[in-house]
């Protein structure tokens, strides 16, 4: 089925010398075999997507907040606005994790997000976060003493607020563009 979209998708192999050594940074980085729709349909322009792959990397793959709780934060926002696409693609690498908190055959963190296999400290970052990028402007204070009760520097708590920021910007592009889920992740579900 071909992937239709409002903004051209650029493959690897018709895209420009730079746009190219882009996508390979983030199958590289990212650590899969093919690059994401969400990438390819900004390869038409290089200035663009590199910025935005900067802004992902550094907020999604850099940092002292686990990864994995990054995936919960951002599969978690992505469900409550309804994003098809960041939902099924950050639903698929957080539930990668799901043998880190608990073993059981079949067991799906993220259909699972209010059991207590997940700690409260994510919990606690996982509710305020989606809070903050739902409703930026009911941030409160007590937000943030929640985190820091939690154990969360303020260091922290700036890089999870980042993540309600990069989590608006993924899904208002693949909104967007209309992006289809990508081929490769449909097998893994």
Same mark, same amino acid.
């Given at each position: 089925?071909?992937n239709t979209?409002?903004?051209?998708?650029?493959e690897?192999a018709?895209a420009?010398?730079?746009?190219?050594?882009?996508?390979d940074?983030?199958?590289?980085q990212?650590?899969?075999?093919?690059?994401? +729709?969400?990438?390819?349909?900004?390869g038409?322009?290089?200035?663009l997507?590199?910025?935005?792959w900067?802004?992902l990397k550094t907020?999604?793959?850099l940092?002292?907040?686990?990864?994995v709780l990054?995936?919960?934060?951002?599969y +978690?926002?992505?469900?409550k606005k309804?994003?098809?696409?960041?939902? %099924?693609a %950050?639903g698929?690498?957080?539930?990668?994790?799901s043998?880190?908190?608990?073993?059981?055959?079949?067991?799906?963190?993220?259909q699972?997000m209010?059991? +207590?296999?997940?700690?409260?400290?994510?919990?606690?970052?996982?509710?305020?976060?989606?809070?903050?990028a739902?409703?930026?402007?009911?941030?409160?204070?007590?937000d943030?003493?929640?985190?820091r009760?939690?154990?969360?520097?303020?260091l922290?708590?700036?890089?999870l607020?980042a993540l309600a920021?990069?989590t +608006?910007?993924?899904n208002?592009?693949?909104?967007i563009?209309g992006?289809k889920i990508?081929?490769e992740?449909?097998?893994?579900?």
């Amino acid at each position: 089925m071909p992937n239709t979209s409002r903004f051209k998708i650029v493959e690897y192999a018709e895209a420009s010398p730079e746009v190219k050594a882009i996508y390979d940074e983030t199958m590289a980085q990212m650590g899969i075999p093919f690059v994401l +729709n969400w990438f390819k349909c900004q390869g038409q322009n290089a200035t663009l997507l590199r910025g935005n792959w900067e802004k992902l990397k550094t907020s999604m793959l850099l940092g002292q907040i686990p990864f994995v709780l990054k995936q919960l934060i951002i599969y +978690n926002i992505s469900q409550k606005k309804g994003c098809t696409y960041c939902a %099924h693609a %950050h639903g698929i690498m957080a539930d990668s994790f799901s043998k880190t908190f608990n073993e059981a055959e079949g067991f799906k963190i993220t259909q699972n997000m209010n059991s +207590n296999y997940i700690p409260a400290s994510y919990k606690v970052a996982i509710d305020i976060v989606t809070k903050c990028a739902l409703t930026p402007a009911a941030t409160t204070e007590e937000d943030f003493e929640k985190l820091r009760d939690e154990g969360y520097s303020d260091l922290e708590i700036q890089e999870l607020m980042a993540l309600a920021d990069l989590t +608006n910007m993924l899904n208002t592009i693949a909104d967007i563009s209309g992006i289809k889920i990508d081929n490769e992740l449909m097998e893994t579900k």
